[in-house]
Nanobody, 123 residues
Framework: QVQLVESGGGPVQAGGSLRLSCAAS????????LGWFRQAPGNEREFVAA????????VYADSVKGRFSISRDNAKNTVYLQMNSLKPEDTAVYYC????????????????WGQGTHVTVSS
């Protein structure tokens, strides 16, 4: 079992920055992938970024590449999503998720999910 608690969402103006945090607990994370997904109203949930806990290998969706950065703090068992140059189209509920199945990209492989945190980017 992995428990995930997100924080850091809120309102921000376009061009601004936010850092989301996801605190993980419940089991060792060495073989776990931690990812961020988002879902805007009326849209399907989409992949944003993911990181392998054991080696820090990270991947990003094309829509956020160069603006968002995912990282982890081993001591705090926390994964972060630094979001810069935010755009109104980044407005969504952002979910932290954990996969014990190895895949980074596929939401179906993630077997633990947080409650989500809202990000609203105004123009």
């Amino acid at each position: 079992q992995v428990q995930l608690v997100e924080s850091g969402g809120g309102p921000v103006q376009a061009g601004g920055s936010l850092r989301l945090s996801c605190a993980a607990s419940g089991r060792t994370l060495n073989s776990v992938v931690l990812g961020w997904f988002r879902q805007a109203p009326g849209n399907e949930r989409e992949f944003v970024a993911a990181i392998r806990w054991n080696n820090g290998f990270a991947v990003y969706a094309d829509s956020v590449k160069g603006r968002f950065s995912i990282s982890r703090d081993n001591a705090k068992n926390t994964v972060y999503l630094q979001m810069n140059s935010l755009k109104p189209e980044d407005t969504a509920v952002y979910y932290c998720a954990a996969s014990t199945r190895g895949s980074l990209w596929v939401s179906g492989s993630y077997n633990y999910w947080g409650q989500g945190t809202h990000v609203t980017v105004s123009s």
